[in-house]
């Protein structure tokens, strides 16, 4: 990526001085225009994760979830913000793995999913729209685990 050690080290230093960090989740939203949570795959967790953010962040902040098995309607139906809330399902390892599923709400606003397709993209993913909202079945998760099953059917042979 970097031609040299230097350019190397500049860059690193660089990027960490824009870094702000806080233990606090309200400070942490306070000038955010998108928020990706990734904590515990717990309704309960999760919705007072929400709450917490939505009293804090800008109106304008679009919220996401990592989620692969809980229902990204659900989680956003604590918060006062549905039209701006959609799922970012990334794969992991998450800096070598270029997919990102994009999950649509019946309530996620045209103008929020582009800016979540568009956001994936900056990133340098390949983003793919799953525009059911279905727990624990995202696109890529209905390919995958039948072929799982299989595996594990062939080894028990």
């Avoid at 939505?54 to 039209?83: G, H, Y």
């Avoid at 996620?108 to 979540?116: A, I, P, V």
Wanted: aromatic share 8%.
């Amino acid at each position: 990526m970097y031609a040299n050690y230097r350019e190397s080290e500049k860059f690193i230093k660089e990027t960490l001085q824009k870094l702000k960090t806080t233990t606090s989740p309200s400070d942490s939203v306070k000038e955010a225009d998108i928020v990706i949570e990734a904590i515990v795959e717990n309704m309960k967790v999760k919705h007072e994760l929400f709450k917490t953010l939505d009293k804090a962040a800008p109106k304008s902040t679009i919220f996401s979830s990592n989620t692969s098995s809980l229902s990204i309607t659900e989680i956003a139906s604590v918060t006062q913000r549905k039209d701006r809330f959609g799922g970012l399902h990334f794969f992991n390892p998450v800096p070598v793995m270029k997919l990102l599923e994009v999950i649509r709400t019946e309530e996620t606003s045209d103008d929020t999913y582009n800016k979540l397709m568009t956001f994936g993209k900056e990133l340098g993913k390949t983003t793919i729209t799953c525009k059911m909202d279905t727990p624990g079945l995202l696109f890529v998760n209905r390919l995958l685990v039948p072929y799982m099953g299989e595996a594990v059917r062939m080894l028990e042979r």
